[in-house]
Each structure stands twice: as structure tokens, then as C-alpha cells.
């Protein structure tokens, strides 16, 4: 099996949570790994010094952009594999002209959102958070039945907002529920929508017709803002409206604006600014749940990523395709 030149570009504090001592031991069964001392800046003479002769590069979250100039610095790179989501912020599409390949570990990023999408989906739709609150505010035996009247999983309408990775495992955790789901994706065909067992629909239809809604989609110049008022004032009145995907993919004035009227819900994993003012209304309304973006990858959940992106470098060293490989097509989308 060839020796690789390994550089691992990432911040000790990634390292620390992705790649567990036996995962770093596995990896040097592959060839020479070195450490980058400036992990954010590649233009440091030391990283320079590591890439003139590095094979492979694995990146993580807080890596600096592997731009074209840095390609160029490394003229016998062969692949770069990213130990987290979207390639973008860490490598540009030069790297396709130079020919290095790329591998993001987005599907395994892709489980704990869907994750706790899921969970956040049957507790929305059972209505435990509202009956928890008005339990907690009256401190007596309340009506159970008479608040949850309308509410469990049963029969319930799913949309889903985009068939990306996420979005997809989403729809494959939902199979064992008696909910039927709806989605919204103008590239995905009407063949595939009846494969996955779904119904395909335009973006007014999901907003209007479910019951709970979903967003998954990347955040591209094209999707910026796709969700805006007109599409919040389209959801019906008591819907659950999920956002794991970006803050920006959502005119924020206009979802406040909705949530403050109290006739929506929301569970909200990701805003823009990535923190929200601290005089916005979303810390104080009942009406929404508010996380700090904890639904991708955290403590343990790392550990499934290190591992993938070390197997990724134990495939490319001995000459078999790469697993998670990600093509200059999906480079686009990879987001």
C-alpha cells in the first residue's frame, strides 16, 4: 500500500473532539501525518512547508480556505477530505482544475439533524411543549384531553422544505409514524418523490397544507431569503415551522413579525446573525423553541465523523474510490 503524505489542516480544538487517539493511530497506518501549526492560515511559512509535499489534506470546521493559491503551493495534492459538512467555506472549486478530489462528511453530519428534527416533529405535533407551559403556569390538574384534542402524529401532514441529505434522512426516520409527507424540491422529479414514497408538491402547497414544515435546503445565492413573508403568512394558523438549515434562508424581521402575533410555532436551531440580538422577542416568546444551533455534530456525535474521514484517507490509499467523494456538480449545492 502506497505511503501518503498526510496533513492534517484542522484546529487543535477539532482535533481534539473528532479524532480519538486509536482514529489517530489508525491514520498513521497510512503514511506520515503532520500536524499544520496555523491551521487558519496556510500561508504561514510552516503550513507552506507541510503542503509542498503533502498527498492529502483532511480540514474540519475553523480551517482556513484552501484557495488557488494554496493549491498551487501543493502541487502533489491528491485529495482533500473534510472531517465535517460543507466543503465551501474550506476549499475552492480550483481545487477540481488542479485535480484534487474532494470528500465531505455531510452524511454523517446529515443523522443528528435529522435527528432531532425528528424528535422536535413528534413533540410539535403530540403538543408537549404547549402543554408543558400551561402545566408549569397553572400548578393543578389540567384537561389533558380536552388540550390535546387535536394533537398526536396520527394522519398528520409533514412538509419538507428541499431533498438534500438531511432533508432525505428526515423523510427515512419518519417511515415507522402514520404521517404523511409532502415536499418541496424543484429538482427532484415526480418518479423519485413516488420512490421515496412522498408526495411532490409546489412550495405554497407545503407551506399551506402541513401541519408541521421542515427546512432543509442549502443556503446559495438562489435561496437566500427563499422564505419570506408571503410564504410565512401562507403556513395555517397553529403550524410548527422547523429551521435546522440556515438563518439566512428566512427574512428574520418577517419571522419575528409571525411569532410575535403568536399564530405560528417555531423550533429554531439556526438564526441570522448566528445570535440573535439580546432584545430580540424570540428569548421570551412561549411560542417558540430556540436552540444554539445544536442539531449537527456535537460531543460524541464528532467521533462518527473523524472516523468516516480516516477511512476516507485509508481508501485513497490503496487506490480504491473514495466513499463520500464530491463531484464539481455537487460542489455547487454542497452547502
Known sequence: MPVLDIVIAMTPEFVDMTLEPSVRARLERFGRVRYSPTPTDHGSPAARALLATADVVVTGTGTALLDDDTFTAAPRLKAVIHAAGSLRPVVTAFAYDRGVRLSSQAGANALP???????????????VRGTEQIYRRERREVDVDGLLATSGTY????????????????????????????????????????ELGVERADLHTVLSTSDVVTLHAPLLPETRGMIGAPELAALRDGVT???TARGALIDQDALVSELCSGRIRAVIDVTDPEVSAPDSPLWDLDNVVLTPHVAGSRG???HRIGERAVAEVGRL???????YEVTRERYATNA
Open 113 to 127: 439533524v435529522a435527528e432531532y428534527t425528528l424528535a422536535m416533529i413528534l413533540l410539535e405535533l403530540k403538543g
Open 155 to 194: 394522519g398528520r401532514r409533514v412538509g419538507v422544505i428541499s431533498a438534500s441529505a438531511i432533508g432525505l434522512r428526515v423523510i427515512d426516520l419518519l417511515r415507522p409514524f402514520d404521517v404523511h409527507v409532502v415536499i418541496h424540491d424543484p429538482y427532484l422529479s415526480d418518479a423519485a418523490a413516488a
Open 241 to 243: 415551522f422547523i429551521n
Open 300 to 302: 460524541l456525535e464528532l
Open 317 to 323: 490509499a490503496r487506490g480504491e474510490p473514495l466513499a
